[in-house]
Nanobody, 124 residues
């Protein structure tokens, strides 16, 4: 079993930056893929970025490419999302997720473990 706890959300203005962190506990294997998803009010949960726990494969959604960067710190068991040049449309609850099969998918159904989410609100 893996537990995920997100932190770092908040209220910022357009153009500002935020750094989200996901603390993972439990047994994580090198083939796990970690990801960030987000869900805005009235919308489906959507893929933001993913990274293999062992490093290597990294993916970002087109909507955040060039602005968001996913990274991991294996020593601290954390996955981070650096969000720069934030826009009002980035407002959402951001969720950390883990895929124990290492599929590196952008689809929600491939992820086995989820955190409780952290709210990010960007004002214009």
């Amino acid at each position: 079993q893996v537990q995920l706890v997100e932190s770092g959300g908040g209220l910022v203005q357009a153009g500002d930056s935020l750094r989200l962190s996901c603390a993972a506990s439990g047994r994580l294997f090198s083939n796990y893929v970690m990801a960030w998803f987000r869900q805005a009010p009235g919308k489906e949960r959507e893929f933001v970025a993913s990274i293999a726990w062992s490093g290597g494969t990294i993916d970002h959604a087109d909507a955040v490419k060039g602005r968001f960067i996913i990274s991991r710190d294996n020593a601290k068991n954390t996955v981070n999302l650096q969000m720069n040049s934030l826009k009002p449309e980035d407002t959402a609850v951001y969720y950390c997720a883990a895929d124990r099969h290492g599929i590196a998918s952008t689809l929600r159904r491939h992820y086995d473990y989820w955190g409780q989410g952290t709210q990010v609100t960007v004002s214009s």
